[in-house]
């Protein structure tokens, strides 16, 4: 049988007044509801590299099952990519209905685990009020930061608003550097390991004590007592797949080799200076970024010792072909090189520069060579 366009939007109109009188009252759950952390697998995405994570709250008896998702943002933002690289960029929760959520995770054939939260009834309640309020009020709107603010911090900070205390902290992994827990996100994704590497400055050398991904959050839910006993019951499986990893002939390691290893074999003058171009541009990019965007993580970047802006007045002076210059300048850069090989001994991306570090030494050692002044000897 046909349905018509009024059938269809009369329809449409009575639920969107279903679920408006829905929010506008106050709505008691039963004592049949289970809420949740959800912890999602890792994709081969960029945006999915490190998994995600919301919170569920489901209650048969009032046919509620519903996802808090704080990870959206809106890709119709005006001056979006600006925004977002300076750091201000507003992302938002949004409410799914479970099975839209698990179904978009079957979809992308990625793991979804379940931790139920074992709390009162009176906790349930103000956790599901805390995100309703959360949702209407815009409480749930705020500025994303790679480290402080994400989607697993807010369901932190919503956690532990509810519970009245700072109950769920870090407690694995805190020896370790952010720089340390970020690299293993990045296998079989090489130059998104090396994009983040070089682009990423001292505060992610500092000891990881704060949740900021959603593995590290179930990782401390296992083990965080509340009110004398274990926070979270037992880690379930909703969804399992074996982690696929992706093939790339040109994502690896050995291409970034090839490539270094014929500028560095073919030595011609002007794959040099192409070389040291790039080298500069990036180490201009760094100091802007640095200065330019509210993200903490790219600023204080040591990096450029490495991506030295210095590189752009050393190409000037080969053009101009001022070999006393010349030489001062490929000196000041070695000794920048050096730093940064001492600041980068105990870094975890020391094995991943290290040939662009190696590389950049070779021309400039040869730049030094041609050009350092000949002492006459007179007999």
């Given at each position: ?10 329809l ?7 679920i ?23 994709g ?11 919170i ?14 704080y990870?959206?943002?809106d ?13 201000d ?14 179904n ?24 599901f009020?805390?995100?309703?309020t ?5 409480e749930s ?15 932190v900070?919503i956690?532990n ?6 109950a769920?902290?870090k ?6 550097t952010y ?9 079989h994704h090489?130059y998104e ?13 500092r000891m ?12 401390s ?7 004398n006993?274990l ?6 499986t ?8 992706p ?24 794959v ?20 330019y965007?509210f ?29 006393g ?37 070779t ?17």
């Open positions: 049988m046909k349905t018509s366009f009024l059938q269809i939007a009369s449409y109109i009575f639920l969107i007044c279903s408006s009188n829905l929010s506008a009252q106050k709505l008691t759950l039963s004592d049949e509801t289970k809420v949740s952390v959800l912890t999602c697998g890792t081969n995405e960029s945006y999915s590299l490190f998994g995600h994570t919301a569920r709250i489901a209650d048969p008896k009032n046919f509620i099952d519903i996802v808090y998702n990870g959206a943002f890709f119709n933002t005006p001056n979006f990519v600006l925004k977002f690289v300076k750091g960029l507003q992302y938002f929760a949004v409410a799914h209905p479970y099975p839209d959520f698990i978009e995770y079957t979809y992308e054939k990625r793991a979804v685990y379940e931790q139920e939260l074992n709390v009162s009834q009176q906790l349930k309640q103000d956790l009020d805390n995100l309703k959360s949702l209407s009020s815009g709107y705020y500025t994303y930061k790679f480290i402080d603010k994400n989607c697993t911090s807010m369901v900070d956690l608003k509810t519970l009245k205390t700072k769920i902290v407690n694995t992994d805190t020896d370790l720089r340390t827990i970020l690299f293993p996100y990045f296998d090489f390991k090396l994009g983040t590497s070089i682009i990423f400055g001292e505060k992610v050398d990881g004590t704060q949740i900021f991904l959603p593995f590290e959050l179930m990782k839910l296992e083990k965080t007592s509340f009110e006993h926070l979270a019951n037992k880690t379930q909703i969804l399992s797949y074996e982690t696929e990893s093939f790339s002939w040109w994502n690896n390691a050995y291409t970034y080799l090839l490539l270094l290893a014929i500028v560095v074999l073919i030595n011609s003058k002007s040099n200076q192409f070389y040291l171009l790039i080298m500069a541009l990036l180490g201009v990019f760094f100091v802007f970024a640095g200065f965007s993200h903490q993580e790219l600023a204080w970047n040591y990096n450029i010792l490495l991506f030295n802006p210095l590189l752009f007045i050393l190409l000037y002076f080969i053009i101009t072909k001022n070999s210059l010349i030489y001062k300048l490929t000196v000041a850069n070695l000794l920048c090189l050096a730093i940064y090989v001492v600041l980068l001994i105990n870094k975890a991306h020391v094995l991943i520069v290290l040939p662009m570090v190696f590389t950049c030494a021309i400039l050692v040869r730049l030094a060579i041609k050009n350092k002044k000949k002492i006459p000897i007179i007999i």
